[in-house]
């Protein structure tokens, strides 16, 4: 295959922390420079959440957009995606920082368990935050931990509630939602080729299965997504050094499967985004 692939950095999340892995980016100034190395490293799209000086989880606009500043001066073209998860804050405070038009956000269109808790995504804050995205036209970027999201994506495309191309994430092995399943991707793959063939899919494997789940998908021809907020190893011995170092795994699978890594120009393309700076 010669199709570019599309390398996505999820540099810090709303979990991990430096007791896991000091690797971690905590503050603006080290998520910037993580981003950079991974950028480096081929990543086309930084996907990003913001802390507090505590590493607690924050939705301060102010800290997105000073962040969102520094990888657009740091790493040139790189796509900015927003973190819009439930961890991060309540209700419409996680669409807060919509209104500073990153190229993308990520979007549940579901509910489903999580670890300890319910991952709550009621369909009238769904509602919400894809109209936020549309009126800021914003990309979204679906985040499937279930089949049911990954049809309701679709559904929701076809009717116009979806800004932009119709990119669906497969998120596979958080505990009690959708196990790393060979069987289950090859579906998402085959819904995602029968029903909405005009659409992109990346996927993303947490903890242990990250790399597997990168294999799987830039052999099947989708992107892939690696990062300290999916996995903070390199296997069960060495905690991962950087985010730059689990985008370079994912970049020598591209090589072995034979697949160039997306340039940041390439991926908008693909996705259909705006230029950069604009």
């Known amino acids: ?19 896991n892995n000091p690797a971690v980016p905590i503050t603006i100034a080290e998520q910037v420079e993580s981003s950079h190395e991974a950028f480096e490293a081929g990543a086309s799209i930084i996907h990003a959440h ?12 102010e800290k997105f957009a000073r962040l969102k500043e520094g990888l657009e001066a740091h790493c040139p073209g790189v796509i900015v995606q927003f973190s819009t998860g439930g961890r991060s804050g ?14 993308m956000a990520s ?8 670890p300890t ?7 009238d804050l769904v509602a919400w935050l894809a109209g936020e995205m ?4 914003i990309t979204p970027e679906v985040e499937a931990f279930d ?14 509630e979806l800004f932009g191309k119709l ?12 196990p790393v399943d060979r069987e289950v991707f090859d579906f998402y793959v085959h819904v995602m080729k029968t029903r909405a063939p005009e659409g992109e899919w990346c996927a993303a494997g947490i903890g242990a299965a990250q790399l597997t789940v990168n294999e799987w998908a830039i052999a099947a021809g989708g992107h892939t997504r690696a990062g300290l907020e999916d996995n903070v190893r390199l296997d069960r011995d060495r905690l991962a050094p950087s985010n730059a170092a689990l985008i370079q795994r994912a970049a020598e699978l591209c090589e072995k499967y034979e697949r160039p890594v997306a340039t940041p120009a390439q991926a908008r393309e693909i996705l259909g985004l705006r230029p950069a700076g604009v």
């Open 107 to 114: 979007l549940s269109v579901g509910s489903n368990n999580f």
């Open 90 to 103: 309540a209700g419409q405070a996680r669409g807060g920082m919509l209104s500073l038009r990153p190229d």
């Open 117 to 123: 808790r319910v991952y709550e995504n009621p369909p």
């Open 167 to 178: 990119y669906v994430q497969f998120v596979m092995g958080v505990k009690n939602a959708m």
């Open 147 to 160: 089949l049911s999201h990954l049809l309701q994506a679709i559904r929701m495309h076809r009717a116009g």
């Open 1 to 19: 295959m010669s199709r570019p692939c599309i390398l996505c950095c999820a540099i810090t999340g709303s979990l991990p922390t430096k007791a």
């Open 50 to 61: 913001v802390r507090n000086e505590d590493e607690t989880p924050s939705s301060d606009p």
């Open 134 to 137: 549309r009126s800021y036209e």
